[in-house]
């Protein structure tokens, strides 16, 4: 083949092997070109301001309101029912004067008129689950949601107020300017959900079956009207809760006073400051937790298991908790917890040590005195190493009905072992690598968005994705081997299915909301660290996100702007690709060509094209009339100088040619000439529309190999099809694509030259199920003598 070499002269011969690119034969200014390395700026990304800057810290004037909470509430054990008194202080920085307060009474949504139960949707199957059916007995004689609400000024006089759905509306008596604060009291009562009945992220669980305690465990979260946000992005945020977008929340402190059955244990946000509620011995286990290397007990198995059986105890006790700049407060009381716990060092002036503290019945053991409190350690040590040193004085797990849920310093998590049909506990492989793994994720939300306080409503992705990404690093430095979710790999049959929707879609429109809030967003960020920025740059630039918004509320274009400004490089390819569409990556190796620079000496230039025309094969028909002579064979008068050369023979002409040319070479051209390396060019085919850059192994004849990490730039002319180029001395055996699986490729079975044999293993599929037949099903025999019939003795 004859190149060409124009300006490439000199780069070629500048080292034994170089890279280079030709972009596709595409009129790039029309027809179906789409530019994916086009700039967000200007496009889809707000204007930055002086609350949030261009380079994705918060701006000079950045505010955010300021709400604080003193609330009493009381458990009422026998009838499910939490009963409570609130004083709220809300304090207005925003730069409006405000005219009313917007609250969330996301419990609202257990009413049976809500706008989240209204519009469920269901399948038009032919079957209905059990659990479905019992979800809804339990609406036809139970409705959730706040009941017995107050709401009154710091006059003493009523304020109104007006329920929207899940929201709720307090007209203030004159508009709160801004600086100035506003304090207000309300009441109210609250059912609480038996969760594994109704769902939901809180609520009560029953150990009532036969031969059980009778006793239940109770989880109260979004249990108290809490202030909705007011931003400078959106103003008030009203979007109603219909159970998949979560929370948005402002800051603030908390005096809560939780009033418990007398023997019940409580779990909550904060810090308890009347320990001497505790008896003399806990008070001294905890002590000892706080310094220890393993966990402590500091309400021991038998001591639980003691206060289950006993008469449930005449009155109450009252803790109180205060908790610190936290966006949110929830609690956990039963008679039935065990309590473990264990300090955590870390380098931090305010908080030294984190208790990470454990509570969980009998039922959760010995899965969660052998894992919870060891995997909370964990996720702080991680977690730290990758954002912020952790901001509380206390993480804690809790086991109860609720699979998984976050709030500051406290967790809701499921998993626990089982016993079998002969009574025996055990436990399976699945429940304990979900219990650590659920656990790592609940107590890295209170980094993701308790901490950074992201708009979990609008985009779940967020929290869900950023803390599923951190999540699956904890996991492989748990373990190198966990079965975690986050390698490429596994993403590819969501990228490749239908009915998906962009990440950066709405909480409460996502279809298939698993892969899409948490596991594509989670894989993105591991090819972003792994293969795209590597390993420096992604740590450096993601902690400056989380430091910079740690307490405070970023948007998409904040983490965005922050990921480019510290990594340095132009990510809106990336975040076009992965978060803004429904592309996948499926990259094809079509084709390899393979060169070398044409000699000028005439002899060797038309060996080399002799030996190329004699590899391909010749005439069938002139094969197949072998032994029949030819009239040139058989006539010698037939014969002349054409019979005697072929077209391939060097000519005096073509001899006189070569030495004319090398006369006249300018010394560029001659030096170029003696170029011997190999050239080799690639045709790449982006079948799934998503840019990536592409990772090739190139293996030599000897044996050896070698990868190179082209990056996503070489789409930038034509996303659709490229020729790259590689030069060496080595001769080429074979080439793979995305040798490491690190980029989500869909389809391997094109990324391979030569194409590989895809290896499989059938199974034999299943034997028919025996037809109908009502007479072998109502236990009818027939005599072989008689059609008569008769029924089978001892049916």
């Keep these: 083949m004859k190149f060409a070499l124009f300006g490439l002269a000199a780069a070629l011969l500048a080292s034994g092997a170089q890279a280079q690119v030709s972009v596709g ?43 604080d909470y003193d609330i009493d509430v009381a458990l009422d054990e026998a009838n499910r029912t939490l009963n409570a008194t609130q004083v709220v202080t809300y304090r207005n920085n925003a730069p409006d004067s405000l005219g009313y307060l917007w609250l969330l009474l996301d419990q609202q ?51 109104p107020f007006t329920i929207v759905d899940s929201m709720m509306r307090v007209e203030l008596p004159r ?31 029953c150990f009532t079956e036969p031969g059980e305690d009778g006793n239940c465990l109770f989880l109260a979260a979004q249990w108290f009207p809490r202030l909705a946000v007011y931003s ?65 007990y500091i309400v021991t198995p038998a001591e639980a298991l003691a206060a289950e059986g006993r008469p449930a105890r005449s009155g109450v006790r009252t803790w109180n908790f205060r908790a610190d700049n936290v966006r949110d407060f929830a609690f956990a009381s039963s008679r039935k917890f065990i309590w473990d716990a264990m300090g955590i060092e870390q380098d931090s002036a305010e908080h030294p040590v984190v208790m990470a503290m454990s509570f969980y019945p009998k039922e959760g053991r010995p899965l969660w005195d052998a894992y919870s409190t060891r995997a909370i350690a964990h996720t702080i040590d991680v977690y730290n190493q990758f954002a912020f040193t952790y901001p509380y004085p206390t993480a804690q797990s809790v086991n109860g009905p609720v699979g998984g849920m976050e709030y500051p310093m406290i967790t809701f998590n499921g998993p626990r072992p089982v016993k079998d049909d002969k009574g025996r506990l055990t436990y399976t492989e699945r429940a304990k690598n ?14 993701f968005p308790m901490t950074v306080n992201s708009d979990e409503r609008q985009w779940s992705w967020m929290d869900e994705g950023l803390n599923s990404f951190l999540q699956f690093q904890a996991e492989k430095l748990w373990d190198a081997d966990f079965p975690s979710r986050g390698e490429p790999k596994d993403i590819v049959e969501y990228m490749v299915s239908q009915d998906q929707m962009p990440v950066m879609t709405q909480s409460d429109a996502i279809n298939q909301f698993g892969p899409n809030a948490y596991a594509k967003p989670a894989t993105a960020l591991v090819i972003l660290r792994e293969t795209v920025l590597g390993r420096e740059l992604f740590d450096r630039a993601f902690r400056e996100y989380a430091q910079r918004w740690r307490f405070k509320r970023p948007t998409p274009y904040d983490f965005f702007r922050s990921m480019e400004e510290g990594s340095g490089v132009d990510l809106d390819w990336f975040w076009r690709g992965w978060f803004y569409s429904t592309d996948h990556v ?55 100088f054409y019979n005697e050369t072929d077209r391939f023979t060097t000519t005096a002409q073509q001899r006189r040619d070569a030495t004319s040319a090398a006369g006249k070479a300018k010394p560029e051209r001659r030096r170029a000439q003696t170029f011997e390396d190999n050239i080799y060019r690639f045709t790449f085919k982006n079948i799934g529309g998503l840019v990536s850059p592409v990772i090739v192994k190139l293996t030599w004849s000897d044996g050896t190999d070698e990868t190179i990490r082209i990056p996503a730039e070489i789409w930038r002319r034509n996303p659709n099809q490229v020729v790259w180029q590689y030069v060496s001395s080595k001769t080429l055996a074979g080439a793979e694509i ?22 499989r293993s059938l199974s034999l599929s299943p034997e028919s199920p025996p037809g109908e037949n009502r007479m072998r099903d109502s236990d009818v025999e027939v005599s072989p003598d008689s059609t008569a019939a008769r029924v089978v003795s001892g049916s």
Excluded: C
């Design 175 to 205: 508009p709160l300017a801004t600086g100035e604060s506003f304090t207000f009291r309300m009441g109210y009562s609250l059912p609480l959900p038996e969760t594994k009945v109704v769902g939901g992220r809180s609520g009560y669980e």
């Design 25 to 67: 034969a595409v009129d790039q200014s029309k027809g179906g070109f789409e530019d994916k390395f086009r700039q967000f700026e200007g496009e889809d990304w707000p204007t930055p301001s002086d609350y949030r800057n261009a380079s994705g810290a918060p701006g000079y004037r950045y505010w955010q309101q300021q709400v």
């Design 586 to 640: 499926d990259v094809a190796l079509e084709g390899v060509t393979a060169a070398k620079l044409e000699s000028t000496d005439p002899e060797v230039r038309n060996a080399a094209a002799r030996t190329r025309f004699e590899s391909q094969p010749g005439s069938l028909t002139a094969q197949r009339n072998a032994g029949i002579e030819t009239v040139v064979e058989r006539d010698p008068a037939t014969r002349d």
């Design 232 to 296: 400078d992005y959106e103003g008030w945020h009203n979007q109603a809760f219909l159970g998949a977008g979560e929370f948005t929340l402002e800051f603030g402190d908390y005096q809560v006073s939780i009033t418990a059955p007398a023997d019940h244990i409580v779990a909550s946000t904060g810090v308890l400051t009347n320990p001497e509620i505790l008896s003399a011995e806990q008070r001294a286990r905890l002590e000892r937790a706080r310094i220890a290397d393993a966990p402590v």
């Design 738 to 759: 995305d040798p490491l699986w690190e980029t989500a490729d869909a389809n391997r079975g094109n990324n391979s030259y030569p194409q590989r044999i895809d290896e």
């Design 434 to 447: 979900g219990l650590i793994g659920v656990v790592i994720h609940e107590v890295g939300h209170i980094y």
């Design 109 to 159: 949504n257990y009413r049976r008129d809500s706008m989240a139960e209204r519009s469920r949707t269901y399948t038009n199957s032919d079957t209905v689950s059990v659990n479905e059916v019992l979800r809804v007995q339990r609406f036809q004689e139970w409705e959730g949601g706040f009941n017995d609400l107050t709401v009154v000024g710091p006059d003493g006089q009523p304020l």
